[in-house]
Every structure is written in structure tokens, then in C-alpha cells.
């Protein structure tokens, strides 16, 4: 099994920035990808951001000018640094990774950020 737990949502200004974490514990070495997906409410849940345990970085289209999963993360963590933050990026966000080869995978808590104008 896999835990993960975000961190770093909050309450932010349009056009500021903030850092998400997920810090990951357990069967790391069986995860294949990690992931930021986000959700709002009435809405299905919309991918993000991946990144492989090869270090490949894929970003969505609404996000990749604006979103980033730095090189600097800790050991086990996976963030998200999200700039120039838009009234429509107020969501509840999601970390899950996906492991090799039996197709589980696994989901944070969430963590809110709401951008105010």
C-alpha cells in the first residue's frame, strides 16, 4: 500500500502562486506514476499534472503555462507549484500515484485552494 498526503492548499489571490506537496509513504518503489488531479464541485475530476519514475513531466493543456512539478521536491514528495492563479483554478486538489504492474492506485485526502479576486 501506498499513503499519500498533501499539503500547502490554502487561500490565494488571482495571479499569485502556490506550492502543493505530497509526500508519499509505503510501497514507494512499486509507483510507477505520480499525479495532481483537481476537482470541483459538480464537475468530474480533471488531471493535471504527471510525472513518471523515469521523470517525465506531462502537464493538461489549461495548466502547462502556469503549473509546474519542480526538480527540487524532498525525498518522496511530489509538488505542484501553480502561478499566476485564476478564479477558475478553485478546486480541491488530489495527489495519487499508480503502481507498477498490479493497476492499483492510490489517493490523497485533498486539499483545498480557492483563488479570490
Known amino acids: 500500500q501506498v499513503q499519500l498526503v498533501e499539503s500547502g492548499g490554502g487561500l490565494v489571490r488571482a495571479g499569485g502562486s502556490l506550492r502543493l506537496s505530497c509526500a508519499a509513504s509505503?510501497?514507494?518503489?512499486?509507483?510507477?506514476?505520480m499525479n495532481w488531479y483537481r476537482q470541483i464541485p459538480g464537475k468530474q475530476r480533471e488531471l493535471l499534472a504527471t510525472?513518471?519514475?523515469?521523470?517525465?513531466?506531462n502537464y493538461a493543456d489549461s495548466v502547462k503555462d502556469r503549473f509546474t512539478i519542480p526538480e527540487d521536491n524532498a525525498k518522496n514528495t511530489v509538488s505542484l507549484q501553480m502561478n499566476k492563479l485564476k478564479l477558475e483554478d478553485t478546486a480541491v486538489y488530489y495527489c495519487?500515484?499508480?503502481?507498477?504492474?498490479?493497476?492499483?492506485?492510490?489517493w490523497g485526502q485533498g486539499t483545498q485552494v480557492t483563488v479570490s479576486s
Open positions: 495519487h500515484a499508480a503502481l507498477l504492474g498490479s493497476g492499483d492506485d492510490y
Open positions: 510525472v513518471t519514475r523515469g521523470g517525465i513531466k
Open positions: 509505503g510501497s514507494i518503489a512499486r509507483i510507477n506514476t
